[in-house]
């Protein structure tokens, strides 16, 4: 069974999350938590380029996977679309290996709620880009006050790779000088970067 996943669980009463890492590397089910109330949430957030926003009322189960292909990064035959709850307004759609959807609903059922760090960031707290880092993928949402403007995932290879995506989405909106809020577990040397030619500030 390939594509990866990097489980990070922690419990709440009612929540167990689980953060799914597919950038290659080989899955194994022993890396899920086993002890999980029958009445607990699981929430699975996909660490995944095939990620795409959408709104809420041009989504429907039926079409998830017709969604991805519009947007250019379709499910391969070894992959089925999962989704995430709404979320002001909006849904994500993403690409999950088959395989690994099974192992998670023989374990988990009905509990699995997707997550994605597009659902990240918040509007209303002025013009700013926001960007999580995640291994080999990275999340770019621009916001313009209480709007946003731009939402996209990217698979990148280092650091220069999201440098060159910020410069290009910051000058698309003319706005150079906006902040930019950055989070992930993976994000210590894009911070760095990206400090020698704008205001950063690091964010959970």
Known sequence: MRQVTGSN????????SIQLRLDGHSFSADTLPTEVAE???????LLTAKSVLVPEECFAPEVAGRLLWLSGVPCTEKES???????????????????I????????GSRIEYSSPMLR?????????????????AYFKFFDGTKLA???????VGEDDILCMVENILCEFNAQESVIRVAGEDSEGVIKLL?????????E
């Open 39 to 45: 009445d607990s949430v699981v929430v699975v957030e």
């Open 121 to 137: 960031g918040r509007a209303g707290e002025g013009r700013y880009l926001y960007v999580y880092v995640a291994g080999n993928v």
């Open 101 to 108: 959807k099974e192992v998670l609903d023989a374990r988990y």
């Open 150 to 156: 731009l939402c996209e995932a990217a698979s990148i």
């Open 195 to 203: 400090k020698q030619y704008h205001k950063v500030e690091k964010c």
């Open 9 to 16: 669980p922690t419990a709440t009463d009612k929540n167990v």
């Open 81 to 99: 679309p999962v989704w995430s709850r709404v979320k002001d307004g909006v849904v994500v759609v993403m690409a999950l290996n088959r395989e």
